[in-house]
């Protein structure tokens, strides 16, 4: 049997060491910023998943100002759903959409990736206030990013132009519970 030389013998332990705890450091670093749906682990892209709402959580919310407008909201609370929203589907009833709901207030990004109907979001603070609305976003455009301008911990997305339809602007503020 061959002898490992002495010199050689601290690096059969350093280098293993150092892989341990990069690859630890890593899963620690996403678990700790809720990350792993960056990661697509979750992501289930069947259609299937994105059409039956059946299970779904719905909420219907109300704006105040507006009360004979109402929206009934499939709710993502959770990261999968968050990541998944509105994708692949092929419409989108009228006076209905989604509401994500976040564990914590801060800036939002919204992107249309594999969405293929236009879609207005809007961003809501933790008061349930609108802080931002983005009307008609591009369907399947995964070039423009649609950020809130202040923090939120909510977001609503519904049909393309229902927001200006029903003349709800930056300032209203939402209703709804679950």
């Given at each position: 049997m061959?002898?490992i030389n002495p010199k050689?013998?601290k ?7 150092a892989?341990f705890?990069v ?8 678990s700790?910023?809720?990350s ?13 998943s994105?059409?039956?709402t059946s299970?779904?959580?719905l909420?219907e ?8 407008v ?7 609370d959770?990261?999968e759903?968050?990541t998944?929203?509105?994708?692949h589907?092929?419409n989108?009833e009228?006076?209905?959409?989604m ?11 919204f ?15 933790e008061n349930?206030?609108i802080v ?8 399947e455009?995964?070039q ?12 609503v997305?519904?049909n ?15 209703n709804?519970?679950f």
């Open positions: 061959k002898k050689y013998s690096w059969l332990i350093i280098v293993p060491t892989i705890l690859i630890f450091g890593t899963i620690f670093a996403l700790a910023e809720n792993w749906e960056k990661l697509n682990f979750f992501q289930d892209n069947s259609q299937e994105r059409e039956d299970e779904s959580k909420v919310a109300k704006i105040q100002g507006h009360d004979e109402s929206l009934l909201l499939e709710v993502a959770t990261p759903a968050q998944s929203g509105l994708m589907r092929q989108l009228e006076n209905n959409g509401l994500f709901v976040f564990d914590i207030q801060d800036y939002r990004t992107w249309m990736k594999d969405t293929y109907i236009p879609l207005d979001i809007a961003f809501l603070d349930k206030q931002d609305i983005h009307a008609n976003a591009e369907p455009n995964t423009k990013l649609y950020t809130s301008s202040k923090p939120s911990k909510f977001a997305e519904t393309g132009g229902w927001f200006e339809k029903h003349e709800i602007e930056v300032g209203d503020l939402f709804f519970s």
